[in-house]
């Protein structure tokens, strides 16, 4: 079974541009979690979807957003991009629903490292 | 709001050797779940081990185990018999139900051979 996609793998971009980063889940996952890794941060969780609804939201501006399609596959979506918007961005997925181990087996893809210049 | 807190930015170990990385949270939930992920160098993180609050008995998984100390809010991870390949970046993380995961900013482990 093909593990969690991310494309693209690396994104250079400019203040002021916008960004979407893609995520493809492990086929039959529906939950689909997004994160920002930077030094000294660690994670900072950003949003997860089910079902194509936003389940949770972390605490990031308005720039950052999401959506999840109905094949479960995500984007998120950076708008005016702030040089501190530089960080891996990690997408996780997991069955999202029933017991313990089907909601929290996060399994997460290889991240796209965005720099903005 | 929940916090989980790695108090060791890095740390290395000689192989063979056995190596314990600390995790604190806080929580007022009764109910809820720890986790270790690791993070090789290659990025791809991964599920170490899990433990859920309200099961007393450490987790263990092969050369990991952990130091679960409930009133303590305490959560740490115990490698023994360390080798090259745990060389990676190690998580704390912490979940209950219906609620995000929370990471903590991280442990750097070196196994140095």
């Known amino acids: 079974k093909a593990g969690v996609t991310q494309t693209p793998r690396y994104l250079i971009k400019t203040r002021g541009q916008q960004v979407t980063l893609s995520c493809s889940p492990i086929?039959?996952?529906?939950?689909v979690s997004w994160y920002q890794q930077t030094p000294g941060q660690g994670l900072q969780f950003l949003f997860e979807?089910?079902?194509?609804?936003?389940?949770n939201k972390g605490n990031f501006p308005g720039r950052f957003s999401g959506r999840q399609f109905s094949n479960s596959r995500s984007e998120m979506n950076v708008s005016t991009l702030e040089l501190g918007d530089s960080a891996l961005y990690l997408c996780?997925?997991?069955?999202?629903?029933?017991?313990?181990?089907?909601?929290?087996?996060?399994?997460f893809g290889a991240g796209t490292r965005l720099s903005v210049l | 709001a929940q916090t989980v807190t790695q108090s060791q930015p890095e740390m290395s170990v000689q192989e063979a050797e056995t190596v314990t990385l600390s995790c604190t949270y806080d929580?007022?939930?009764?109910?809820?779940?720890l986790f270790w992920y690791k993070q090789p160098p290659s990025r791809q993180m991964i599920l170490v081990i899990r433990?859920?609050?309200?099961?007393?008995q450490n987790a263990t998984e092969n050369r990991f185990s952990v130091n679960f100390q409930k009133a303590a809010k305490s959560f740490s991870l115990k490698i023994s018999d360390s080798q090259l390949g745990d060389t990676a970046m190690y998580f704390c993380?912490?979940?209950?139900?219906?609620?995000?995961?929370?990471f903590g900013t991280g442990t750097s482990l070196t196994v140095i051979p």
């Open positions: 433990q859920e609050a309200y099961k007393q």
């Open positions: 979807y089910f079902s194509e609804t936003q389940r």
């Open positions: 996780a997925s997991s069955l999202g629903a029933g017991g313990f181990l089907a909601k929290n087996i996060q399994y």
């Open positions: 993380a912490f979940w209950e139900t219906g609620n995000q995961f929370y």
């Open positions: 929580t007022s939930e009764s109910n809820y779940y």
């Open positions: 086929s039959g996952h529906r939950s």
